[in-house]
């Protein structure tokens, strides 16, 4: 079985080498990896909006369906498009816009489609409280607190209590 690299022999590997050679490197793995290279769009080129933009989408697949589809709302696929957005991006506004926009689209979903699976709910509602969270530490109310009323306020038909769980969240 083949040792694993850590980040210290990696870093005594990296200073080994020129600085063309890193830059190579670099240019290599942003080549190869999407991931690298929407890390780089979002902090080195400062063009946050378009990787933001690709993972809402995402969102939207899963929670609202295409042109022509119906939403599969798998939980597992729009968590990650979140969690995915959060490696790439340096932006905590941008991880405060699409963790609301997860939960404003699980609402629309169950709007719209009718009340989901107990999971669902619960799912929305741990990203809202994330959500709470970070806009509450980053201090970024300002900026959000319309768009988290009107998800208090469009909840208010879903089931399982929701809507009183999301009330009691925006509270804290």
Known sequence: MTKKVTLVELKKH???KEHNELVEEIADLYKK???VKE???????NDDEAV???YKSIIDTEFLGGARSLPKMRLSVARKAVTDYKKVSCSDTGLADIMLYYVEA??????TY???YEQFYISVDRM???AIKLIHEKELLNQFETRIKAVVHNSVDSGYG???????LYEI
């Open 14 to 16: 990296l200073r080994k």
């Open 33 to 35: 990896f999407t991931v």
């Open 39 to 45: 890390y780089y769009q979002a902090s080195f080129f």
């Open 52 to 54: 933001l933009k690709k």
């Open 106 to 111: 699980g609402i629309d979903c169950s709007n």
């Open 114 to 116: 009718g009340n989901p």
């Open 128 to 130: 809202f409280e994330s």
């Open 162 to 168: 929701f809507d009183d769980l999301l009330e009691e």
